[in-house]
């Protein structure tokens, strides 16, 4: 299980404190093996998986038998690009200037935020 761009390496997964994204194929025996994986997760670590907030992403070329094959499978939803993760749009295609909107206002927003509080010379440096 694993996904590779052409020339580039292979990525099973990324991860990031308690957030992990898998990336597979919407092979049926694939399906179960991650659903299977992930229940042994649940049963070696005590934590439980929620998937009320987990959910998957599919390529075009997945069908709609392969996509609902997977909501069977795992149990968890489907979702469409872009989505956000941590605050940023995950998308694909090329870059759009108004992808990053939300970004930027939130940095402006933080920015004249921290601009407005008296900040010594080190809490300024910190800032830069």
């Given at each position: 299980?694993?996904?590779?761009?052409?020339?580039?390496?292979?990525?099973?997964?990324?991860?990031?404190?308690?957030?992990?994204?898998?990336?597979?194929?919407?092979?049926?025996?694939?399906?179960?093996?991650?659903?299977?994986?992930l229940r042994?997760?649940?049963?070696?670590?005590?934590?439980?998986?929620?998937?009320?907030?987990?959910?998957?992403?599919?390529?075009?070329?997945?069908?709609s038998l392969?996509?609902?094959?997977?909501?069977?499978?795992?149990?968890?939803?489907?979702?469409?690009?872009?989505?956000?993760?941590?605050?940023?749009?995950l998308y694909?295609?090329?870059?759009?200037?108004?992808?990053?909107?939300?970004?930027?206002?939130?940095?402006?927003?933080?920015?004249?935020?921290?601009?407005?509080?008296?900040?010594?010379?080190?809490?300024?440096?910190?800032?830069?």
């Amino acid at each position: 299980m694993y996904y590779q761009a052409p020339g580039w390496i292979r990525v099973s997964h990324l991860a990031y404190a308690d957030d992990l994204m898998i990336f597979t194929t919407t092979c049926q025996r694939n399906m179960e093996l991650l659903r299977d994986f992930l229940r042994a997760y649940e049963r070696v670590s005590g934590q439980m998986i929620n998937g009320m907030k987990s959910s998957f992403i599919v390529g075009h070329q997945a069908s709609s038998l392969q996509t609902q094959a997977m909501q069977y499978v795992l149990g968890y939803q489907l979702k469409h690009l872009p989505v956000k993760h941590f605050g940023v749009l995950l998308y694909k295609g090329n870059k759009n200037a108004c992808l990053f909107d939300s970004i930027i206002s939130r940095l402006r927003d933080m920015l004249q935020g921290w601009a407005m509080m008296n900040r010594s010379h080190g809490g300024r440096l910190t800032l830069i």
